[in-house]
């Protein structure tokens, strides 16, 4: 019985710290190219297979698939994109299939494993702006977090305060 439930456990702690990209995508990724270096010359990494977080800006439908614009964020080492106020740029990347712009809408986070095309320019407000551009081999829709629960003892019931016979309780008879 002891033994069974070290492998259970052990199951469910590893499968809990996997990478959402496929292994064997994984595998194919190109770990020594980093944003800065796609974004400045992404012709010259052109076939190769990098892997990218980051949030969506914009989702569009066409014919031959979904283009996703996404501004690009750090990941950690499961892929989730962080540190969300910092960034490298954007990059578009294009599913070849369809994709519900209602679910993979402007904010949600996403992980992008994709074959780096080229580049593509795209104009933001005034100036024409120029984005790496992949095609998707595997793509996460992270969950949408839903915010904390506020509590309003955020010290808890032990917290001296709240028990009358504390010195510093208002209601303290001594």
């Known amino acids: 019985m002891g033994r069974l439930t070290f492998l259970v456990a052990a199951v469910v702690f590893v499968s809990g710290c996997a990478h959402v990209i496929s292994k064997d995508i994984l595998q194919e990724v190109n770990t020594q190219i980093t944003f800065a270096e796609l974004q400045k010359a992404p012709q010259a990494h052109r ?24 501004y690009q964020t750090k990941i950690d080492r499961r892929g989730r994109p962080i540190k969300l106020d910092i960034s490298g740029g954007r990059f578009l990347a294009h599913y070849k299939g369809f994709l519900d712009s209602e679910i993979y809408r402007k904010g949600r986070k996403v992980t992008i494993a994709g074959v780096v095309q080229g580049e593509e320019m795209i104009r933001l407000g005034e100036i024409d702006y120029r984005c790496p551009y992949l095609v998707v081999k595997d793509i996460h829709l992270w969950e949408k977090e839903q915010p904390r629960k506020y509590e309003p003892y955020p010290w808890g019931p032990w917290y001296p305060w709240w028990y009358p016979w504390c010195p510093y309780h208002p209601a303290y008879p001594g």
């Open 47 to 70: 076939e190769k297979v990098v892997l990218l977080g980051g949030v969506i800006v914009k989702t569009v439908n066409r014919k031959d698939g979904t283009l996703l614009e996404v």
